[in-house]
């Protein structure tokens, strides 16, 4: 069993940076992919990156190529989403998620989901 807890979210300006933060209980967090997405009101959950178990692949949306970074601490059982030059269309809630063969863009491939954060970035 894995269980998540995102942080970091908050209320920033466009332009403006956010380090999201995902920690994981367990003893096994390094055995997975993980990944974040995001559900912005009244939308679908959308992949925004993946990072796989040893951190050495990585992938991310076209919508925040270049922007976000996504890596992870296995020593610390966390992973980071890293967001700059953050726009209004990036308002949603994030969630981290956990899977054994996840590293994928299909929410389907995860096994474990945090409780997600508020992200809302003002114009």
């Known amino acids: 069993q894995v269980h998540l807890i995102e942080s970091g979210g908050g209320l920033v300006q466009a332009g403006g940076s956010l380090r999201l933060s995902c920690a994981s209980s367990?003893?096994?967090?390094?055995?997975?992919?993980m990944g974040w997405f995001r559900q912005a009101p009244g939308k679908e959950r959308e992949f925004v990156a993946a990072i796989s178990w040893s951190g050495g692949s990585t992938y991310y949306a076209d919508s925040v190529k270049g922007r976000f970074t996504i890596s992870r601490d296995n020593a610390k059982n966390t992973v980071y989403l890293q967001m700059n030059s953050l726009k209004p269309e990036d308002t949603a809630v994030y969630y981290c998620?956990?899977?054994?063969?996840?590293?994928?863009?299909?929410?389907?491939?995860?096994?474990?989901w945090g409780q997600g954060t508020q992200v809302t970035v003002s114009s």
């Open positions: 367990g003893r096994t967090f390094s055995r997975y992919d």
């Open positions: 998620a956990a899977g054994i063969r996840g590293y994928s863009i299909y929410s389907s491939e995860y096994n474990y």
